[in-house]
């Protein structure tokens, strides 16, 4: 079964300090792998998409890494805001061929405090 | 503006009352979808389409019925909804849903649904 997983559940961290989110998946046949943002109570807002060939992609404060080989990807986020307190969801598609099948992780709840 | 919106936004209703949540969206995308959001779990899809006249089953489509005859609506219907349906819903488009398709997929506002 395809599956995509987060972690921490949660973490807390100081304005102005970085972060890194993980991300473990088992989808298979790959296509791409995304990250979003969900604030409270909003729909999540796309911040990267990576295929197979790329290793690395930035968005502002916001680095995501993959390495296709150990199915792990990560976010970094870098000189933290209080408005990067959210949930950050990883995505990943599968390669049926047909339509996008996307699987998606539970999120890691970020809060970023003064 | 470039969005997908959906109505309304929040609903309290019945079991058993047929209800329907609305999505549009204005940037002429070909593909629509519909999630549903649980604690604990991830965005589990409901039912997507590919096309106008085209749909097809998520991993989670029991209880549940969309149609898409125009490109930029697609609602979701529960004919008899039940208190496990109660969940907060997205609607979500992008240019295309083609398997290796890196578009962005753009989400909805979310519409959090009660059923008692």
């Known amino acids: 079964k395809n599956q995509v997983e987060q972690s921490p559940q949660s973490l807390i961290i100081l304005e102005g300090k970085n972060c890194t989110l993980q991300?473990?998946?088992?989808?298979?046949?790959?296509?791409?792998l995304r990250w979003y943002k969900q604030d409270t109570g909003r729909g999540p807002v796309s911040l990267t998409i990576m295929t197979f060939s790329e290793n690395t992609k930035s968005n502002g404060r916001y680095t995501a890494t993959l390495d296709a080989d150990t199915k792990q990807s990560s976010l970094h986020i870098t000189a933290s805001q209080l408005s990067d307190s959210a949930s950050y969801i990883c995505?990943?598609?599968?390669?049926?061929?047909?339509?996008?099948?996307?699987?998606f992780g539970t999120g890691t709840r970020l809060q970023v405090t003064l | 503006e470039a969005q997908v919106t959906q109505n309304p936004r929040y609903l309290i209703t019945v079991t058993g009352k047929k209800l329907t949540v609305t999505c549009s969206q204005n940037?002429?995308?070909?593909?629509m979808s519909w999630y549903r959001q649980d604690p604990g779990l991830g965005l589990r899809q409901i039912y997507y389409s590919m096309n106008v006249e085209v749909t097809d089953k998520g991993d989670v489509p029991e209880g549940y019925k969309v149609s898409r005859k125009e490109k930029r609506n697609f609602p979701l219907i529960l004919e008899s909804p039940s208190p496990n349906q109660t969940s907060l819903y997205f609607c979500a488009s992008s240019r295309w849903g083609r398997a290796a398709s890196t578009d962005t997929q753009y989400f909805g506002p979310g519409t959090r649904l009660t059923v008692l």
């Open positions: 940037m002429n995308h070909e593909y």
């Open positions: 991300c473990n998946y088992t989808v298979s046949p790959f296509s791409n």
């Open positions: 995505v990943v598609s599968e390669n049926t061929g047909t339509a996008s099948k996307l699987t």
